[in-house]
Every structure is written in C-alpha cells, then in structure tokens.
C-alpha cells in the first residue's frame, strides 16, 4: 500500500485525470464534452458545489482537454508533455489561483499583464480562480474588465462553494455548471475500486460507513479512508471502522427502532446505553435515528425508495424488511417525536435524557388505527347492537330503594317489557340469626346518634332475643374497643329502648377472626354486596352480544367496568 517512506494521500494518488474518471458529475462531463465535440467552449466556466465533489479536478481535465497535444477532443490523452504537465501543476500556461490567498487587486492586475501574452507551448492560456468567491471588490472589478473582452487564447473557469457570494456582472459572463454532491453508491463504488487497487480487504459495510462519513464529498470520503487504512492496514475490521470514525453501527439503530415498535423499553435503554458507553455524542445520535425513521418513511411512501435514498442495497433491503409490520403512521408519529427531542437538545445540559424520555414515549405509544378502519369498525358494531339486550347500567340503578338489610333476594334489574329480564340472582347470604330487624335498627340509630351508628355498622348481631343484644365485633379492631365502652354501651341501650324493645341489655362480644358463624356486619355485607355486584356487572357485561362484538372487531380485553 505505502513504500514506507512517503504516503500519497489517496485524494491525490486517485485524482481523476479524465471526464470518465469523474464520478457522480456525469451531467457536468457529458455537457463540457458536447461543447467540446461542437466547437463551442465557453470563454468562463463557474463551477459551484459542495467541498471534494470534484470542481478543481473537472477544471484541471477540462485544461488538458484544451491544450492537449492530440488535439481537442472529449478526454485527454494524459500522456503528452502538456497533460503530464497540467496534472504535476508545471504547465507554463495553466494558472491555478487560490481565491483565498491571492484575492488582492494586484493578484488580478498580475493576471491580466500575464494573459496578454500568447501561450507558450500550447492553444490556450487557461486561467483556474479556486474559492473565487474569496476575490475583494476591486480584484473583481479588474476581473470583469478582462471577462467583458476576452482575448481568443484566453479560457477561466472559476470554482466556488459560495456562487451567491459572486457579483452578478462576473455571474452573467460565466457558463455555470453546479456539481452534485456524489451519492452513496458512487462514492461506495469507487472506494471497492481504490480497495482492490491496494489490495485492502474490507467489508462493504465499512466502505458505507466510511462513504458516509464523507457527506457526498469524495474528497472527504477517501480522506475518511486514509484514516482508516492508516490504522488497520491491509485488512480493515468493521468494528474498527466504527470507532474510527466515531459512527454508529446501523444495525444498533436498528435494533433500537424494532425494539421501539415492539415495545420492548428495556431494549431501548439498553441501546441508548450501550451508545453513551462509546462517548457517541447523543445529539448526532438521535439525528441518526432520526434519519433512520426517515429512511423507513420513505420505504413505506414510495415505490422506488433506492432512488431517494442514500444506502446501500443491503442496508435497503434490511430496512424494508423491518418496515414491514409498521405503518406509515407509526413511524410518523415517532419521527415527530425525535425531531421535537433534538431540537430540545441543543440546550439541553442533559442529552441523553432527553432521548430516552423521547425513546421511552416513542415506545410506549399505542398503535393508531386509520380513522377508516376505525369507523368502518364501528358501523359493524352498530350494525350488531340493534336488537340486543340494554347494556346492565341501562337498568341496574333503576331498581327501587331496597331495604337496608333484609333477607328478600336483592338487586333484581326490572325487566325491559320486550326483552328477557337480566335478572341479577344474589347469592345465599350467611346466616343473619333471624334478625332482620337489626338493619332497621342500626338505621334507626344512625338517623339519631350517628356516631353511635357508625359503630354498630361493624358489628354483627349474634344474639336478639327478648331483652338481650348480643353484639359481636372482630378481635382487636378499633370498633371492638370503642364498643366496650361503658358509655358506648349505654347508648346502645337508651337507643333499643327508643327502637321499642322496652329494658334490653346489651352484650359486646369479641369474634376470633375466621369465626364463620358469625353472622356479617353491615359494613361487610355492603362490601360484600358491592364485590359481588360489581362481579356480577362485570360477567353480564362480558356476556353481553354488543361487548362480545366490540372484543371481536377491536381486539382486547374488559380492564374495568364502571356505573355511571
Ligand atoms: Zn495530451
């Protein structure tokens, strides 16, 4: 690869020498050698594009074109004296300028004395202004006297990244041509080539990375991979690529938007992890996820996503697959959400919070339906309700006033006059010692001593002969304590007496928990009832026609069922 003592830049060493050569500019190439084949070269080219897409190498070919000592034809022989000497840069009649350094009026004066001569050895004396936009006001100006009135033996081509930045006098005497920035498979291609040149074992994966990492510049790109081959030498890992270049693994993106979509937080937060382990800077990371989303958009949007996509045709065909159980939706509403986060994160003195919180929300959110599918889901539904039973809470809470605690079958729904009654059986309550008056009584003390009352709700009445109550309350409760209290007990007479049970002693026992004779408080027996109700809804709405549909069409399961 390297003779040990001096390393060609692979920029350099690889540097196109001919329009066939020039990747990703083909409309650039074929337009300058149609010019060429007809005899109509412009006397000023501007060339405008991104960094390292190839303006300064087009420019160079285009001179060797022109002065090519087999004559003007559309490629340059690059072997005669003048082609060898415009690509080491010692033609006496090609001047190469940087913009940025000689951008003083008296650059240009130099220049304007030197064009007045004929070339020397060749057709043309070409003129090459690198970063042109860098010129000052006035070397524009003298520039402009020269480009109104062009000799014959004169070309320029200007190349810049900022044509907004060039007065429009220059601007309008220019043919102009705007480079592309190179595009992943092109840029991929030619590093597979430059690889095999230097017989350098790498994955196609890795030359993506590195291809990547160069943003559709090919300079930057095959700068990336000096870096590289610098490192690892002959035979290139994919692992070191990644920490090379400081990229992530796309397929740790992957995995974290599969993990996203199907729910699986943990796997989030451990990717999210596994990321900030690697000292990756949070931010680029969620703007590559972000593109990752993107990427899946696209796929699920249009029918050719290769041609609006920059990956690989691996990488396109590892990204359909995991498009596949999500929707356009879906994956919208995430994006939404990593592009609100990222932009948070500029500010933000904690990132990969910020992503996490972002991530965790992505995660957790529901799978929308499409509002069609919705409403076609619902008009089945109305057409399965008509004719079927009312739902429990149509009726339920209709039923008259039911006495406080009586032995009479309870919660029995009134029937619909046309419909089958739904018709709530209680189930056999335990044995109340033939008391039923002692719901009426305790009511009857509530509405006077309620306090008194509130007490006696807890306790069960084991005993109600002639004059004797007997109260039982469970061993070591608060109302055990509070009914034992000779004043409490008092009351509770005063109140029988009142009640009508004319002179009644009243005796507070305390149940041992477990005791199943015991007869239930009313406390409980509410509890009870309200349990056993609220089973009872939950069956009936279970077994309801128009529930069973909704299950069907919707999916899911009943959580809670309410009253209202
Ligand atoms: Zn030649």
């Avoid at 949070?282 to 920059?310: A, D, G, T």
Wanted: aromatic fraction near 6%; charge should be negative; include cysteine.
């Amino acid at each position: 690869m390297s003779n040990g003592t001096h390393y060609e830049v692979l920029a350099r060493k690889y540097r196109p020498q001919s329009f066939s050569e020039l990747a990703g500019q083909e409309h650039v190439s074929r337009t300058l050698q149609n010019a060429i084949d007809s005899g109509r070269v412009a006397h000023a080219f501007l060339f405008t594009g991104a960094r390292g897409v190839g303006k300064t190498s087009t420019a160079r070919i285009m001179a060797k074109t022109l002065n090519c000592e087999r004559g003007v034809t559309h490629e340059p022989c690059n072997v005669c004296q003048q082609c060898i000497e415009i690509t080491k840069g010692t033609s006496t009649d090609v001047f190469e300028i940087d913009g940025a350094s000689n951008n003083g009026v008296d650059d240009v004066r130099d220049l304007r004395d030197n064009i007045k001569y004929l070339p020397s050895h060749s057709r043309y004396r070409i003129i090459i202004i690198d970063e042109v936009h860098m010129l000052s006001t006035n070397a524009f100006n003298a520039l402009l006297k020269t480009l109104e009135e062009p000799p014959e033996h004169v070309k320029f081509i200007f190349a810049t990244t900022e044509p907004h930045k060039l007065p429009v006098t220059i601007l309008s005497r220019c043919q102009r041509f705007d480079f592309k920035r190179v595009t992943l498979p092109k840029i991929i291609a030619r590093l597979r080539e430059i690889a095999e040149k230097e017989s350098v074992t790498i994955t196609d994966a890795s030359l993506a990375l590195i291809a990547r990492k160069g943003d559709g510049s090919m300079r930057d790109s095959l700068t990336a991979f000096d870096q590289v081959l610098a490192f690892c030498g002959d035979t290139v890992s994919d692992d070191d690529v990644g920490t090379l270049l400081g990229t992530i693994d796309r397929r740790l993106l992957g995995d974290i938007s599969a993990a996203v979509f199907s729910g699986d937080t943990q796997s989030v937060l451990a990717g999210i992890k596994q990321v900030d382990l690697v000292g990756y800077n949070m931010r680029q990371f969620c703007q590559e996820l972000i593109e990752h989303f993107r990427n899946l958009l696209v796929i699920h949007s249009v029918k050719k996503p290769e041609e609006i996509l920059e990956l690989t045709a691996a990488e396109l065909e590892d990204l359909q697959k995991r498009s596949l159980h999500v929707t356009a939706l879906d994956i919208q509403r995430r994006l939404t959400l990593l592009i609100k986060a990222e932009s948070e994160m500029a500010y933000a003195s904690f990132p990969r919070l910020i992503v996490e919180m972002a991530l965790l929300k992505a995660t957790i959110m529901a799978p929308l339906v499409p509002i069609q599918e919705l409403i076609d889901k619902i008009k089945t539904l109305e057409t399965a309700a008509v004719h079927t039973p009312a739902l429990p809470w149509e009726t339920a809470r209709t039923a008259p006033a039911q006495p406080l605690y009586s032995a009479e079958p309870q919660r029995t729904s009134p029937a619909r006059p046309s419909q089958p009654a739904a018709v709530v059986a209680a189930a056999a309550p335990k044995p109340a010692g033939g008391h039923t008056d002692w719901g009426r009584f305790v009511a009857f003390v509530n509405e006077k001593e309620p306090l008194l009352g509130s007490v006696l709700e807890h306790g069960s009445p084991l005993k109600q002969e002639n004059g004797l109550i007997e109260i039982g309350f469970p061993a070591g409760s608060y109302y055990l304590t509070a009914a034992q209290d000779a004043e409490f007990i008092a009351d509770v007479q005063k109140m029988a007496c009142a009640f009508g049970g004319g002179d009644t002693v009243i005796r507070v026992k305390s149940i041992e928990t477990g005791f199943a004779d015991a007869p239930l408080s009313l406390a409980e027996k509410k509890k009870s009832d309200d349990e056993q109700h609220l089973e009872e809804l939950k069956q009936e709405v279970a077994n309801h026609p128009v529930v069973k549909e909704a299950q069907r069409v919707f999916g899911g399961t009943i959580t809670d069922v309410r009253e209202f």
